[in-house]
């Protein structure tokens, strides 16, 4: 009110030449006085914070006859409604009175959608202000790109991409960024690249948007290939560049680089930056050093909704559920109000752990106290539920009562829990409904093959495959990563392509003998070929996650940690050979599997053979 009562002291005044009975008589003939707009002009500078105060001058500026079509009045307007984040739907009705907006305007206006949950209008003023012959300048792009990126609509970035070469902008440092921001926000990484390639300067910003483009669509080792050449070419990484480097080891499992990257965070100032801490809680969860996870979260100044998420997911995955729902006790003791993500990684514990009744339980709790309406994913975590308790009929039915459309995820966990439990007809069910969602996936070929290998259904295994060929599905090779000294050595089934092969597999001959020692006797059910027994025996033996730990036996000290990362499920044989083997050498053994952590020790593992 401080505000409005200057002006209207100064309008009002008896003394005052610019008293209200000389405002309200203005006409075109008789312009307002420039003091008069001067002064609401500076007073919507000043009104920085209070969206209240704008509107009082807004409403100020309307009764005492400040026009719009003043070009000054109309830009300070929209800039300080989108400045202040007020509506959009305010600024677009301001906008709207504004006669022929100039080039400053149209541009406030798209960075104001840009920076709204809705920046689709961005595009439609963009293509208004070409027709109404407004050409765009250096700013209008970079607002443009960041309006697309977060609709992910890369064809529009494409577009504009063109655009800016057109008209000479391409070069621009803040167009570069905005266009390398868009590719890689929609998983574009080579695209992303080459715009980074082109570049003639590449400043902090620009390394970060391609570290983390490729730290984020599961390209990990070119992120710290870049992070690399970013350090040699003298530019120094901030905050952002941390948290892309931790991703990007989450994702390989290097431990001891992330490890390094902790180290120099602490040492550049970065231990208060909550998006780092999270991040480095995240590295040490998603490597299997669980308790360094919770060492980090024990010593963070401030713990918030993330914070308390990341340890619960992280526990859920690693095997601990009952320590990641005693956790969420104690959040919800902290008073802090769990998110739809929470409750994401409490069901997933729940699953993981067998919990059945606290599963649905908590599904309940969700929605009754916390109003939180469930999501596909949370579906997701109660048919995995059922499936993993071999409920596989009462998982078919929970999907048809769903009142969401089930996902070709939700499918897939049913078809993945038919071939575990044997169900062929609910299996075939689920495998007509992902050929209607997701035809060309490569593992649901794989699991039909499977579950019809199963039942010695060899004409329906052919079938199938020769179905993969006639469509171009190639099934995903199996691979396993161990990270030794600064480097990530990656392991397929039967791989000899290191120079150490020969020693492995002479080591694998090895451990097969002590195995069969102490009992082993191979699974061959689970290699679901028309083979002979004995080549059976040999496939299993050269699983990659045996040729993996192998090198690891090889390569490190007695009692050493070994840390392994597959990208597929563990299989029935393998879980039991690598307990035996944690046994047979002293060695805590940790498997990052698809979907879960397998910690073995002394002959047995946290999952408890539920998985």
């Not at 969602?437 to 290998?453: C, F, I, M, R, T």
């Not at 052919?462 to 006639?470: G, P, T």
Request: aromatic fraction near 10%; include cysteine; proline fraction near 4%.
């Amino acid at each position: 009110m401080k505000v409005c009562y200057k002006l209207c002291s100064l309008v009002h005044s008896p003394t005052s030449k610019f008293h209200a009975t000389n405002l309200l008589s203005s006409t075109p003939e008789n312009p307002l006085p420039y003091y008069l707009l001067t002064k609401c002009i500076a007073l919507l500078q000043s009104c920085a914070y209070s969206k209240k105060k704008l509107r009082q001058i807004h409403a100020f500026s309307i009764r005492h006859g400040v026009s719009l079509h003043n070009p000054d009045m109309a830009k300070h307007l929209i800039f300080t409604i989108v400045s202040l984040s007020a509506p959009m739907s305010y600024a677009y009705n301001v906008f709207t009175m504004i006669h022929n907006p100039n080039v400053f305007t149209w541009n406030t206006m798209i960075r104001g959608y840009a920076e709204s949950q809705n920046p689709s209008p961005a595009l439609h003023l963009y293509r208004q202000m070409i027709v109404s012959c407004v050409q765009p300048d250096t700013h209008t792009y970079p607002f443009l790109l960041k309006a697309v990126s977060k609709s992910l609509n890369v064809r529009e970035g494409e577009a504009i991409h063109s655009v800016t070469i057109r008209n000479g902008f391409h070069s621009l440092v803040f167009v570069q960024n905005s266009l390398l921001h868009i590719y890689a926000a929609c998983g574009c990484t080579e695209s992303a690249y080459k715009v980074f390639e082109l570049m003639k300067e590449r400043d902090l910003v620009a390394w970060n948007s391609v570290i983390n483009g490729f730290a984020l669509n599961g390209r990990p080792n070119e992120a710290l290939t870049l992070f690399r050449e970013m350090t040699v070419e003298g530019v120094e990484p901030d905050g952002f560049t941390v948290v892309s480097l931790l991703s990007a080891c989450a994702e390989l499992g290097a431990l001891e680089l992330g490890r390094r990257v902790h180290v120099y965070l602490l040492k550049v100032g970065l231990r208060e930056n909550s998006y780092v801490i999270n991040s480095l809680l995240d590295l040490y969860a998603k490597c299997g050093t669980i308790r360094e996870a919770q060492q980090v979260f024990s010593e963070m100044s401030e713990r918030n909704a993330v914070s308390w998420t990341s340890l619960i997911v992280g526990l859920a995955v690693n095997g601990f559920g009952e320590e990641a729902l005693e956790l969420f006790k104690e959040m919800e003791g902290q008073g802090l109000v769990p998110s739809e993500i929470t409750f994401v990684g409490v069901l997933y514990a729940c699953s993981h752990c067998g919990m059945l009744d606290e599963g649905f339980n908590y599904f309940r709790r969700m929605e009754e106290e916390y109003g939180i309406m469930p999501r596909i994913e949370h579906y997701g975590c109660m048919v995995d539920l059922l499936s993993r308790a071999g409920l596989v009929k009462r998982a078919y039915e929970y999907i048809q009562n769903m009142p969401v459309q089930p996902n070709a995820v939700i499918w897939r966990t049913l078809l993945g829990a038919c071939t575990i439990h044997g169900h062929l007809d609910l299996g075939e069910i689920a495998r007509s409904h992902i050929m209607k969602l997701e035809p060309k996936h490569s593992g649901d070929y794989v699991l039909l093959s499977n579950l019809y290998a199963s039942e010695r259904r060899w004409t329906d295994v052919q079938v199938v495959r020769r179905s993969m060929l006639k469509d171009g599905v190639k099934k995903t090779p199996g691979y396993s990563l161990v990270e030794l000294g600064n480097r990530v050595y990656e392991f397929t089934m039967g791989d000899r392509s290191h120079p150490q092969s020969r020693d492995v597999y002479a080591l694998l001959e090895k451990i097969t003998e002590l195995l069969k020692l102490e009992g082993y006797v191979p699974l061959t059910a689970n290699v679901l070929a028309d083979i002979e027994e004995e080549e059976k025996e040999q496939a299993l033996s050269y699983h990659s996650e045996k040729v993996a730990i192998a090198f690891m036996l090889l390569n490190t000290a007695p009692g050493t940690p070994i840390r392994v990362v597959k990208n597929l499920r563990v299989c029935a044989d393998c879980h039991v050979a690598i307990k035996l083997i944690s046994k047979i050498y002293d060695r805590e053994i940790v498997i990052r599997d698809r979907s879960r952590f397998h910690h073995f020790r002394g002959g047995s593992c946290s999952c408890k053979d539920y998985w």
